[in-house]
């Protein structure tokens, strides 16, 4: 078996609206296709990202809350990469999205920073 990339991750939200607002216009991700599931009460909402890889967003009536920030066991957060991590934190800010202050990884040297989405989802921006 060969891994050949991220085909997409999924993300339950608790304000279908509000989320589909962020994502697609404060992120400005494409929409490829839109779902409302009748017999769950439920949309799926499907987003491209540039490089091909997809973001899916869930609402399901009930979901529970996340247990804690960010460090709940399974997945962390999800990283974006981006060319100029102050212009894109610029951007977020303009979009009254708070962002942390810029960081340097101690083993790359890259910079990178953390947001969350309207869910409070650890999202991440680094710098390639």
């Known amino acids: 078996m060969k891994l050949l990339g991220i085909h997409h991750a999924a993300i339950i939200c608790s304000d279908y609206a509000r989320?589909?607002?962020?994502?697609?216009?404060?992120?400005?991700?494409?929409?490829?296709?839109e779902h409302f599931r009748a017999d769950r009460n439920s949309y799926k909402l499907d987003?491209?990202?540039?490089?091909?890889?997809?973001?899916?967003?869930?609402?399901?009536?009930?979901?529970?809350?996340?247990?804690?920030?960010?460090?709940?066991?399974?997945?962390?957060?999800?990283?974006?990469?981006?060319?100029?991590?102050?212009?894109?934190?610029?951007?977020?800010?303009?979009?009254?999205?708070?962002?942390e202050d810029i960081r340097v990884d101690e083993i790359t040297g890259?910079?990178?920073?953390?947001f969350a989405d309207p869910d409070n989802l650890p999202l991440e921006l680094y710098e390639v």
């Open 19 to 33: 989320s589909k607002h962020f994502y697609s216009n404060v992120l400005k991700l494409n929409v490829i296709n």
């Open 47 to 99: 987003l491209a990202m540039p490089d091909g890889s997809q973001i899916e967003l869930f609402s399901f009536d009930g979901a529970p809350a996340r247990p804690s920030y960010p460090e709940a066991q399974g997945l962390r957060h999800l990283a974006f990469k981006v060319a100029d991590v102050q212009i894109a934190k610029t951007y977020l800010e303009s979009c009254e999205v708070n962002v």
């Open 110 to 114: 890259k910079k990178f920073t953390f």
